[in-house]
Every structure is written in structure tokens, then in C-alpha cells.
């Protein structure tokens, strides 16, 4: 019985104590779900910034509450509890450190007195020495004080302020610019300060009672292949627009006007040196005047830089040229854009990869040297590809694909063939090709012909099939007789012939850039709406040559021989050229510059405010030249004997 009892009261202390712990374990969890409120909080410091005494923060937050909590800043050591420190709410707050020297700063989310994040801490190091008094140089520009401050203790400074007859003006890159009356006195205080920290002043007392000469400064670079020449001129009290500006040439009295920041020459400056003189006068009389030699060059010299691409593991340029300054351009969206520049010791050039593309890519090189100009190098297309190799006489389509036609083969081209837009057609040297009448090869990729070894003949038996180049396509023919073949181009992206031969029509409706060099046509020309063309020891014949919306055009050491040439909103430039023609016509604003060339008997008609520059030129049998509609004509006085020129009222004519 005893037993009994015993056991059974054993068995209901162990189920009260069960139910007493759930109990107990009920409550607990109900405290913790009552106490989190349904919330997770962490916090780290994004950012410290200390200016002087000032720390500003930025706090990263992240929650799963409806709102963001306060947080709490401690200094040096963790919270007590939620009231122990400065409270703040968002996630920025700045505070004020009185005491110099290594801080820890603690951040905790709270809400009420409960912590609802564990601390996080960062150390500042607080420097309350103040900056140096800043250093202050003045000058006086056209009636404006401009004030310059740096301070050489450091580079800790944020904020530079002036106190100028009472009046406060702050900057925080030091330069101040205000305008001040003449015989005034101003006495200005300059501070340098780091965050609120702020130096002793610098004080400069200032009496403007003076009034200086004008100040001429040139920047142009000698020697210059440019007429335009860029000046800064300045006065202390004046305006640019009230000061009287003469500048002219000494030997020849041409007259340059100043637009504000260059010398615009009223004609094209001669060629060689001269000395250019520039007089400044101020409203109180104050004279500056200063000389500088100029020295134009529009010589060219003979040779052209040659580049050649190495392909490999990297592609790598190489070029030989002669003295100078050499720039690697690649073209790109329609620009030839600077990849690197090189002194005149260098000769190659490791091509960056984000410089290579997996279409392929067009470089060359421009050379800049203080004697002669220099044409820039043919163009090299580089490209990684394994080309498709055709060795069979017909071809009626290229598939898409890459293509290499072997050297020393001939080929026939079976209907109208294309070259799509990011493949290339490469041709090798010694190859023949025919296009049939009224065919076409129509190039919207990269047609490069390589007839550089043994010349590339298109069209040998006679046919006169048509080359097209369009959207935004690239031709490069070196050493190729093109014979009776006629060659069209629309919205090209550049065309360069090399050592070739024409006896077709070439017509050029749009292209980046055209260079001819050491090739003869013979045939009728017309090109448009080109923004470079670039023509060197060549010779052009036929009945008519048209030049129109041509942006840069320059004939160097070349013959033009046609019936008729007519010039239309274009900028020629030719120096050691050749003109024989019946008819010759300058219209629509075009400019026509000539120096050290040849004009065989011909007759310019100069229209629609354009002009013509001719100097050191070689006048053969009768010229004639007719002015009209706001033309102008400039020349040497020693050919103005040579030429009879009829002008209207409107017009102009300068002899230097």
C-alpha cells in the first residue's frame, strides 16, 4: 500500500512540473514575439567624412518594419541603454567632436529604450589645428578683381571665403572674381577652412588707382600649317570690345581681325616667314604692341609615311617615316581617331585590344614635322579571319564569307557579285579580274586589292563592268589598272587609290575620305559630299572635273587637265599643282587657295562670295580672271601684271 502511494504521488509531481515548463515556455516565446515587435533591424556606417571637429555620416539601414527606426551615436564605447547617447533618425546625421585625437564611434538601432541592433563602431582620427592662412595672388581684367587662394599646409581644405569691405563671399576651389571701380580702396581678408576649422586671416590692403598697358599673349605653335593665329588679349580696366586692336604683317600690310580669341587673316597668309605685329590701345591711351615671327608652311614634302600591321599574338604597328611627330588613328564611327602619338625615335606601337574588333579595323598614320606637310600613310585594313580561298575562274557569289583570291589567277565574275557589310574581299598581287558589261561588284564591306608585288588588272580584255562601293564601304587598291571599268561611290567610309590607272568615269556621291596618290585617270570625274579628299603626285584628264560639298580637298604635286573645272561650296588647296582647263569656276562660297603652281591659259569666273588666293604661281599664255557677288582675289603684286581681271562694284581685290 505504502509503495503504491509513493509511486503514484511521484508520477503527479513529474506531469505538474510537464505542465509547468510548457507554461513557462509559452511565456518566454510570447515575450520574445511581444518584445520583436514582428521586426529584424541591422545597421552597418557606410561612410565617415571629417572636416575639423565635423563628422558626417552615412548609415545603411535595412528592415523589415513599416518604418525606419532611430538610431543611437555613443562615443568611445557601446550604449547603456536607449537613452545613453545623441538620437537621430533617417540615415545621415553629422556631429560636433570637441576633443582631438583617435575616436570610436558607435551606432545602434533602438526604439524606445530596447536596442533593436547589435552596436557597430569605426574610429576617426580628429585634427583641430587650424589650416594655414591661405596664400592670395590678385590680378585685374577688364575691370574685375580676380583673387586666386592656396594654402601650402595641406590638402585638407574645403572651403576658402574672402571678407572684402564687409561683404562675405566663399568658393571652394579658391578663385573669386568681382567687379571694382577705379582710384577705390578695398581691403579684403582671405581664410582657408577645414570643415569648421578656420585659419588666420591674410589681409591685403588694395589701392586701384593704376591703369597699365594692355597685355598681348600668342599661343600658336611655330611653325604653323594654319592661317588662323590664337591671342589673348587683356586690360585692366577695359573691355575687349573697347580696346582699338591692329594687327597686320609687316612686310605685306595684309590686315588680321581679332574675333575674341584668334586673328583671322583677311586673306590667306604667305607662305614662309613673316613678321606679325600687333598694336593694343587702351581708353586712357596706354599703348602695348608686340611682334611675332610667323612661319607658314604649305609645302609638301614627296614621300608618304608608310604603316604596315603585324598580326600575331598581339597586332602590332609599324611604320617607317621620316623626322617628325607621328599619330596612330584607327577609324571609327565615321572619324579617324588618335590611338597613340609618338616621337620621331619611335617606330612601332603594340595596337590596345579594346582597339581591335572582330569585323576588323582601318589605321593609319599622320606625321607633323617643322619643315614640310606630310600626307598621311595609306590606310592598313587589319583583320583576324580565316578567308575563304578561291582558285576557280568563275565566281557567282562569295557566300557571305571572307575571300581570298590567289595571286597570279584569273577570274570572271559570273553576274552580280557582293561584298557584304563586315567581310572583306582581299585580292592578292598578279591577279586578273573581269566584271562583264552591265555588271556589278557592289562592296558594302572591305575590298582590298593588293597589287603592290605585281599590279592587279581589272578588266584587261576590254569589259566595262562597274565597281560600286556604298554603305559605309571600304576600298584600298594599290597598284591596280582598272582600264575601261567605271567606279561609283556612294555614302562610302574611305576610298584610297594607290599607283593605279583609270580610263573610266569615276563618280564619288559621298565618302569620310579620299586619298589618290601617284595614280592617273583619265576620264570624266565628278565627286561630292566628301569631307577629306587628298590628292598627291597624281594627274587627272578628261572633259570635266566637278568638285561640290567638299569639306577639306588638297592637290599636292598633281595635274588637272580638263575642258572644264568647276568648284561648288568646296575648300581647295593645291601647292605645286598644275590647272589647264578652258573653263574654270569658283561658286556658291568656295575657297580656292594656290601656291607655287602652274595656270596654262584659263579662264576662273569667281561667283557667290567665294575667293582665290593665288601666290608664287607660274602663269602660262592669256589668264583671265572675273570677279562677282562679294568675290575676293588676292595675289602677289608680281603677277598682277600678268592677269586681266574684271570685278564688279561688290567685290574686292587685294595685292600683297
Known amino acids: 500500500m505504502i509503495k503504491i502511494c509513493y509511486s503514484s504521488l511521484d508520477g503527479s509531481v513529474k506531469e505538474i512540473k510537464r505542465i509547468a515548463w510548457r507554461i513557462s515556455l509559452f511565456f518566454v516565446i510570447l515575450m520574445v514575439v511581444s518584445c520583436s515587435n514582428n521586426t529584424n533591424y541591422t545597421v552597418s556606417i557606410k561612410q565617415i567624412d571629417c572636416e575639423g571637429s565635423i563628422c558626417n555620416l552615412r548609415l545603411e539601414i535595412s528592415e523589415t518594419g513599416p518604418t525606419l527606426p532611430e538610431f543611437l551615436i555613443t562615443l568611445d564605447r557601446p550604449p547603456v541603454d536607449g537613452s545613453d547617447g545623441i538620437r537621430a533618425k533617417g540615415t545621415e546625421t553629422s556631429i560636433d567632436l570637441k576633443e582631438e585625437g583617435s575616436h570610436t564611434i558607435f551606432v545602434t538601432l533602438v526604439e524606445g529604450k530596447r536596442f533593436l541592433s547589435t552596436p557597430v563602431s569605426e574610429k576617426v582620427i580628429i585634427n583641430l589645428d587650424p589650416p594655414d592662412a591661405p596664400v592670395v595672388n590678385w590680378s585685374l581684367s577688364q575691370g574685375e578683381l580676380e583673387l586666386c587662394l592656396r594654402s601650402d599646409s595641406s590638402d585638407s581644405e574645403t572651403d576658402y571665403r574672402i571678407l572684402v569691405n564687409g561683404v562675405l563671399q566663399s568658393s571652394t576651389h579658391g578663385t573669386f572674381s568681382f567687379p571694382v571701380e577705379r582710384d577705390a580702396h578695398y581691403i579684403i581678408q582671405a581664410f582657408s577652412f577645414d570643415g569648421n576649422l578656420s585659419s588666420k586671416p591674410s589681409i591685403i590692403d588694395l589701392w586701384l588707382s593704376e591703369d597699365f598697358a594692355p597685355k598681348v599673349e600668342f599661343s600658336s605653335a611655330l611653325p604653323s600649317t594654319s592661317d588662323a593665329i590664337d591671342i589673348a588679349i587683356s586690360d585692366d580696366w577695359d573691355r575687349t570690345d573697347e580696346l582699338l586692336i591692329?594687327?597686320?604683317?609687316?612686310?605685306?600690310?595684309?590686315?588680321?581681325?581679332?574675333?575674341?580669341?584668334?586673328?583671322?587673316?583677311?586673306?590667306?597668309?604667305?607662305?614662309?616667314?613673316?613678321?606679325?605685329?600687333?598694336?593694343?590701345?587702351?581708353?586712357?591711351?596706354?599703348?602695348?604692341?608686340?611682334?611675332?615671327?610667323?612661319?607658314?608652311?604649305?609645302?609638301?614634302?614627296?614621300?608618304?609615311?608608310?604603316?604596315?600591321?603585324?598580326?600575331?599574338?598581339?597586332?602590332?604597328?609599324?611604320?617607317?617615316?621620316?623626322?617628325?611627330?607621328?599619330?596612330?588613328?584607327?577609324?571609327?564611327?565615321?572619324?579617324?581617331?588618335?590611338?597613340?602619338?609618338?616621337?620621331?625615335?619611335?617606330?612601332?606601337?603594340?595596337?590596345?585590344?579594346?582597339?581591335?574588333?572582330?569585323?576588323?579595323?582601318?589605321?593609319?598614320?599622320?606625321?607633323?614635322?617643322?619643315?614640310?606637310?606630310?600626307?598621311?600613310?595609306?590606310?592598313?585594313?587589319?583583320?583576324?579571319?580565316?578567308?575563304?580561298?578561291?582558285?576557280?575562274?568563275?565566281?557567282?557569289?562569295?557566300?557571305?564569307?571572307?575571300?581570298?583570291?590567289?595571286?597570279?589567277?584569273?577570274?570572271?565574275?559570273?553576274?552580280?557579285?557582293?561584298?557584304?557589310?563586315?567581310?572583306?574581299?582581299?585580292?592578292?598581287?598578279?591577279?586578273?579580274?573581269?566584271?562583264?558589261?552591265?555588271?556589278?561588284?557592289?562592296?558594302?564591306?572591305?575590298?582590298?586589292?593588293?597589287?603592290?608585288?605585281?599590279?592587279?588588272?581589272?578588266?584587261?580584255?576590254?569589259?566595262?563592268?562597274?565597281?560600286?562601293?556604298?554603305?559605309?564601304?571600304?576600298?584600298?587598291?594599290?597598284?591596280?589598272?582598272?582600264?575601261?571599268?567605271?567606279?561609283?561611290?556612294?555614302?562610302?567610309?574611305?576610298?584610297?587609290?594607290?599607283?593605279?590607272?583609270?580610263?573610266?568615269?569615276?563618280?564619288?556621291?559621298?565618302?569620310?575620305?579620299?586619298?589618290?596618290?601617284?595614280?592617273?585617270?583619265?576620264?570624266?570625274?565628278?565627286?561630292?559630299?566628301?569631307?577629306?579628299?587628298?590628292?598627291?603626285?597624281?594627274?587627272?584628264?578628261?572633259?570635266?572635273?566637278?568638285?561640290?560639298?567638299?569639306?577639306?580637298?588638297?592637290?599636292?604635286?598633281?595635274?588637272?587637265?580638263?575642258?572644264?573645272?568647276?568648284?561648288?561650296?568646296?575648300?581647295?588647296?593645291?601647292?605645286?599643282?598644275?590647272?589647264?582647263?578652258?573653263?574654270?569656276?569658283?561658286?556658291?562660297?568656295?575657297?580656292?587657295?594656290?601656291?607655287r603652281g602652274a595656270l596654262i591659259e584659263t579662264k576662273i569666273t569667281v561667283s557667290g562670295a567665294s575667293s582665290v588666293h593665288i601666290e608664287e604661281a607660274n602663269l602660262m599664255e592669256k589668264i583671265k580672271i572675273e570677279l562677282s557677288e562679294l568675290s575676293r582675289l588676292s595675289l602677289q603684286k608680281d603677277l598682277e601684271g600678268s592677269i586681266e581681271i574684271v570685278s564688279d562694284e561688290k567685290s574686292a581685290i587685294k595685292v600683297f
Not at 286 to 297: F, G, P, S
Not at 344 to 353: F, N, P, R, T, V
Not at 393 to 420: C, H, Q, T
Request: net charge negative.
Open 246 to 595: 591692329r594687327a597686320f604683317l609687316e612686310e605685306s600690310n595684309i590686315l588680321l581681325l581679332f574675333d575674341g580669341d584668334r586673328l583671322i587673316p583677311e586673306i590667306p597668309l604667305p607662305e614662309g616667314k613673316s613678321t606679325l605685329v600687333v598694336q593694343v590701345v587702351d581708353s586712357s591711351g596706354n599703348v602695348a604692341e608686340e611682334k611675332r615671327e610667323l612661319r607658314i608652311i604649305r609645302r609638301t614634302a614627296v614621300d608618304i609615311p608608310e604603316l604596315y600591321i603585324e598580326e600575331g599574338t598581339i597586332r602590332n604597328a609599324r611604320w617607317t617615316t621620316p623626322k617628325g611627330m607621328v599619330e596612330l588613328q584607327r577609324y571609327r564611327d565615321g572619324e579617324w581617331i588618335t590611338l597613340s602619338s609618338h616621337s620621331s625615335e619611335e617606330g612601332s606601337s603594340i595596337i590596345a585590344k579594346d582597339s581591335i574588333s572582330e569585323n576588323g579595323d582601318l589605321y593609319r598614320i599622320v606625321v607633323t614635322s617643322d619643315n614640310e606637310k606630310y600626307m598621311p600613310s595609306i590606310p592598313v585594313f587589319a583583320k583576324e579571319s580565316l578567308f575563304r580561298r578561291f582558285s576557280t575562274e568563275f565566281i557567282s557569289s562569295f557566300l557571305g564569307m571572307d575571300a581570298l583570291l590567289v595571286g597570279g589567277n584569273d577570274y570572271r565574275f559570273y553576274g552580280n557579285i557582293v561584298v557584304r557589310d563586315n567581310t572583306v574581299m582581299r585580292v592578292e598581287s598578279g591577279t586578273s579580274l573581269t566584271i562583264p558589261r552591265g555588271n556589278t561588284l557592289l562592296v558594302s564591306g572591305v575590298l582590298d586589292l593588293e597589287g603592290w608585288k605585281d599590279r592587279i588588272k581589272v578588266n584587261p580584255g576590254g569589259s566595262s563592268g562597274t565597281i560600286e562601293v556604298t554603305n559605309n564601304g571600304v576600298l584600298i587598291a594599290r597598284s591596280v589598272d582598272f582600264n575601261n571599268s567605271t567606279i561609283s561611290i556612294e555614302n562610302a567610309a574611305v576610298v584610297v587609290f594607290e599607283d593605279c590607272t583609270l580610263s573610266g568615269d569615276l563618280k564619288i556621291g559621298g565618302a569620310r575620305t579620299i586619298q589618290i596618290y601617284n595614280s592617273h585617270f583619265s576620264g570624266e570625274m565628278e565627286i561630292e559630299n566628301v569631307r577629306e579628299l587628298l590628292v598627291h603626285q597624281s594627274g587627272f584628264s578628261g572633259d570635266g572635273l566637278v568638285l561640290s560639298g567638299l569639306g577639306k580637298v588638297f592637290f599636292s604635286r598633281s595635274t588637272v587637265r580638263f575642258h572644264s573645272v568647276e568648284v561648288v561650296d568646296s575648300r581647295l588647296e593645291a601647292f605645286e599643282s598644275l590647272f589647264e582647263t578652258d573653263g574654270f569656276i569658283v561658286d556658291n562660297t568656295s575657297h580656292m587657295l594656290m601656291t
